[in-house]
């Protein structure tokens, strides 16, 4: 009897514990603000009749991308500034070397000319702070095939890539 006594005993201890717990209103665990600062390009080789940005921030302490759209609706030429980091993880960097053709830009950072797709343009680099930033240019969504009339020069990009050091 002694023992059935002592398990009741328990188990209201064990409730008024879990309720004494639910009731207790702990702080949250602080999460600090999430601040990035970055230049964006402000001369353009054609002109912006309409810009936007694009925050991705799904999971705070993970994937942060930041694409900034830059275009011009009468031709349909468009240029995406995107910035992105995995962030709280290891310091490595992207290898962004396969991207292709090498240049560097007015700091000494090392930059990638890409032209995979015939329909775009791409230069990629990674930024002081560590995030991989690249401009991407294209015509009508990416559908229209460049040409040596509708392509940038690359050294276009490159001046693009700069105002943004």
């Avoid at 009741?8 to 999430?34: K, Y």
């Avoid at 991705?56 to 275009?71: C, E, G, T």
Wanted: hydrophobic letters at 40%.
């Amino acid at each position: 009897m002694n023992k059935k006594r002592l398990m009741r005993l328990l188990g209201w201890l064990i409730v008024i514990l879990a309720l004494v717990e639910l009731a207790t209103d702990w702080p949250d665990p602080p999460n600090p603000p999430i601040e990035h600062a970055f230049e964006e390009p402000i001369a353009f080789p054609f002109e912006i009749t309409r810009r936007y940005t694009e925050v991705d921030i799904q999971v705070p302490h993970y994937l942060h991308s930041f694409v900034f759209h830059y275009v011009n609706e009468e031709t349909a030429q468009e240029l995406r500034y995107i910035v992105h980091k995995v962030v709280d993880e290891s310091d490595d960097m992207e290898d962004i070397s396969s991207y292709g053709d090498q240049y560097v830009l007015a700091d000494g950072t090392s930059a990638f000319y890409d032209e995979a797709e015939s329909t775009s343009q791409g230069l990629w680099w990674i930024n002081k702070d560590g995030f991989t930033a690249r401009i991407i240019y294209y015509i009508d969504g990416n559908s229209v095939e460049l040409d040596d009339e509708t392509r940038l020069p690359v050294q276009q990009l490159i001046n693009l890539a700069n105002q943004t050091l």
